[in-house]
């Protein structure tokens, strides 16, 4: 089996489960419940599309059953959030709410359009560096897209546990991904000055 088949059916399964958290602890009347479901259950499902339409080769690797199933338990961390939001009946008030989107829909432009334009940029030029358009500054767009879209519905639940899952994934996964593409990528002419003008994961602030 293939890694994206755990990874894919973990992001479907996610709009039914938190539906099922809010049937558990009859949270039918939480607007940030339902805010929430909204947010992380179409991002399940803008993720399948996405695996099926311009899919990630990082994520064809095959892996036995046990890794798969470590992966399915990892990315469960990202559901502590919605158990949290209708446990404690968190109510996030109106501005605070319309941050928290604003920050997805950020992160969805960044992550999806960022890996369309790799997509199509290694069809039409397979052995040529992508440092156009998205990636011209950042080596790494969809990732920090990703990180935009968990902290826009994380956010929702006003603790910090689903934070720190989030910042495991960064430290254990994302980070060491994205510094093993660099040295895979180090092979190529031209990509000492692609790194020396743009950033890994993070623009500067100032």
């Known amino acids: 089996m293939r890694q994206k088949f755990f990874i894919d059916t973990h992001k479907a399964a996610t709009a039914p489960v938190i539906v099922g958290l809010m049937a558990w602890s009859g949270a039918w009347d939480n607007p940030t419940a339902w805010l929430y479901l909204a947010l992380h259950g179409t991002y399940g499902a803008l993720w399948v599309c996405k695996s099926r339409v311009f899919p990630d ?105 689903p934070l720190l899952a989030i910042a495991l994934f960064v430290g254990a996964v994302w980070v060491p991904n994205m510094l093993k593409k660099d040295r895979s990528l180090s092979r190529y002419p031209g990509f000492d000055d692609y790194r020396s003008r743009s950033w890994l994961f993070l623009p500067p602030i100032w």
């Open 57 to 161: 080769k990082s994520w064809e690797a095959p892996c036995s059953m046990a890794y798969g199933l470590m992966i399915w338990g990892g990315l469960t961390l990202y559901w502590i959030a919605p158990w949290w939001i209708v446990r404690a009946d968190v109510r996030a008030t109106a501005p605070y709410a319309a941050g928290c989107v604003a920050l997805y829909v950020v992160g969805v432009f960044l992550h999806f359009v960022s890996d369309m334009q790799k997509h199509m940029a290694l069809r039409l030029r397979p052995e040529a560096l992508v440092t156009e358009g998205l990636w011209s500054r950042l080596r790494n767009p969809n990732y920090l897209g990703e990180l935009c879209i968990y902290l826009g519905f994380s956010l929702l639940a006003r603790h910090w546990a």
